[in-house]
């Protein structure tokens, strides 16, 4: 039978975050006829499968959430995709909303958000309000980084010259997230709503990215098809954040090499090839550049100089392994 609302978590050695988030589902799910929730165990390679059916038995979780234990490790997009396959093969949903395992989610969020998409049939992806620890507002929404804004970034003309260059600031700061409703143009895949049908056309999450890059990606797919991406403040979700790459889970070189290889990806699959290697040529001169002009001014001591020889290091060394073709 087709579900209302299928949510899908997954966890990456994080089984009491995610326990915690299914928490505050319970009563989301009491309150909203056909949700349910699959959390797939993305091969941690620790106790989490054990734990999280425990969990899942003990406070009778089970009607409602299907737990997937994959041996191994498939990333952010390869782990949502692993439970949107089980969420098909049980009958599909009319709306599947991508949860961080690190999440906290208020009372009456799920409803607020289905009454938005149920309401707005031109929305394809929605958010909502995300709160860091301290209740104040993470930035979950944010401007494509197109070719051309890229490029006024690596010159940092939207800092230096902000009244002339505002529109290439990515981060599209200008605006109160804590009021305001609008269309965005990329949202995070923290909390993602989307529509079952468009997901069943165009597929999740592309899994030639990893980690980072995957929510810009499908979002981008989402405007090209012709629906919109949407952000809107009236639920809230406490988004602890980090908890899957925090450098107890993930190595920090490990997880900055993601970050860079995302990047260029996400030129790559959005706006051609040209576009990532005229990405790559600007960050290895401007990082480059940086190196330079910090030994010409003898601050190689300085932990911030030792900081871009080391992104400096990661650039050169994966030049020809990021060349590659993915997938």
Known sequence: MQARLAIVIVNFRTPGVTVDCLRTLAAEVAANQGVRAVVVENGSGDASAVQLREAIERHGWQEWCDLVVSDRNWGFSGGNNRGYERVMETGGAEYILLLNSDTLVDPGCVRFCLDVMD????????SC??????GTVQNTCRKFPTPLRCLAATFSLPWRLPRLFSWADCDDEGWDRNRTA??????GGAFMMLRGPWVEKHGLLDERFFFYGEDIEICHRVWRSGLRCRYEPGATVTHLGGASSDPSRMAAG??????WRGRYLVQRYCYGAWAEWLLRVQDLCNVGLRVLWGRLRRRT???AHAAMVEELRVLRTNWSTWSKPVG
């Open 129 to 134: 309000r995300l709160l860091n620890r301290d």
């Open 254 to 259: 490990k997880r900055n090499i993601h970050s």
């Open 119 to 126: 309401r707005d049939t031109g929305v394809g992806a929605l």
């Open 182 to 187: 609008r269309d965005v143009e990329w949202i």
């Open 301 to 303: 001591a300085l932990p």
